[in-house]
């Protein structure tokens, strides 16, 4: 869990979406994962069709993704630590290869440590930008979309937690006709 708090500025990482026919099922699986979970009122959303028919795309994502402040922190976090821990692997290939010898590394050593770390920190940038966009969140989001869209019910939990996040998971799993989660 420590990585993930050096990574990532939600407090909720993982996102469960429970899909319903109907209001009656999808309000009643709410109530129960609020009074009968112990899920705080704003980790349960519910969304209606009217949600998934409006042209506002954001309505829906910020709805699903309520941590808008959170996602700059993730933004931010996992750009830093991956971009020094890719700059940091690069300075350790160049010692390792300044210790073995090498002709190329021991001729122009400064350009040599210059273009291994920048590299490092290169990729470790592209990989902070590829947890930062959050794919997986992206698959619950559509998905939540198309069944609003004809005319389902969404009930989306906002775990804190790996123990959380398998209760909603147990909860929903029974009564829901899907669910859909992040990883």
Not at 39 to 65: H, I, K, T
């Amino acid at each position: 869990m420590r990585w993930q708090q050096a990574l990532f500025g939600e407090r909720s990482l993982t996102k469960v979406a429970g899909l319903f026919v109907d209001r009656a099922s999808a309000e009643t699986a709410a109530s129960q994962l609020v009074q009968g979970a112990g899920f705080s009122a704003p980790q349960v959303r519910l969304l209606g069709p009217e949600v998934g028919n409006l042209r506002d795309r954001d309505l829906l994502a910020r709805q699903v993704e309520p941590e808008q402040g959170g996602i700059w922190r993730t933004i931010l976090r996992a750009h830093l630590t991956l971009g020094l821990l890719g700059g940091l692997a690069g300075t350790l290939l160049f010692a390792g290869w300044w210790l073995s010898g090498a002709a190329a590394i021991r001729s122009t050593p400064f350009m040599a440590w210059v273009s291994m770390a920048g590299f490092g920190a290169t990729f470790g940038l592209l990989v902070g930008g590829l947890l930062s966009m959050r794919p997986d969140h992206g698959r619950v989001i559509s998905r939540v979309r198309r069944a609003l869209r004809h005319g389902r019910w969404a009930v989306v939990v906002h775990p804190v937690g790996p123990e959380q996040t398998r209760l909603a998971l147990a909860r929903l799993r029974p009564i829901s006709l899907r669910v859909v989660r992040s990883f």
